[in-house]
């Protein structure tokens, strides 16, 4: 049976992921899209998985650089949110069409959101058409970040 034929696909386009804009910078090199596979994947320490498409210029700057910054995109950020995950870095300097200052290991930290924190690279993975960077956080801002994730988890870190 195929992935197609399990519903495996149909069942992903179904589900509800929150979307993030990646930022990073390397040798001389600014770039930036929008990512819907992330999740924090440890307490203690903390560490958040982020996965680059390998097709996109983020990725290749990701593979140079030290640090990613984390953007989580709130739902009237649209315009935002199209410029990175409907523009390509190859074609368009997105960086031109938005504020944003520099921000830890020179990756740009983006104006107009709700928080973001930077990640220092601990390693990379290949996961498929994805690469998978491990962040231990370094820095950030909260901003106004609202969260529904009041509940204690059953098992304290």
Not at 37 to 56: E, G, K, M, Y
Request: charged share 20%; with cysteine; proline share 6%.
């Amino acid at each position: 049976m195929s992935v197609e034929e399990s519903g495996f696909n149909r069942l992903m386009t179904r589900l509800d992921y929150p979307l993030f804009i990646v930022t990073t910078a390397a040798g001389g090199a600014r770039a930036g899209c929008l990512v819907g596979f992330a999740s924090q994947v440890s307490i203690d320490p903390p560490r958040f998985l982020v996965c680059l498409s390998v097709n996109n210029l983020t990725y290749r700057v990701a593979v140079k650089a030290e640090v990613l910054v984390v953007h989580p995109v709130p739902g009237d950020a649209v315009e935002l949110a199209e410029l990175f995950g409907g523009e390509t870095g190859d074609d368009t300097d997105k960086f031109a069409r938005c504020a944003w200052r520099s921000g830890p290991g020179g990756a740009p930290v983006l104006e107009g959101v709700e928080g973001w924190f930077a990640g220092q690279i601990l390693g990379r993975h290949a996961f498929g058409d994805h690469c998978g960077f491990v962040l231990e956080p370094i820095e950030g801002e909260t901003g106004a970040v609202e969260s529904t994730k009041a509940i204690k988890p059953g098992h304290e870190p």
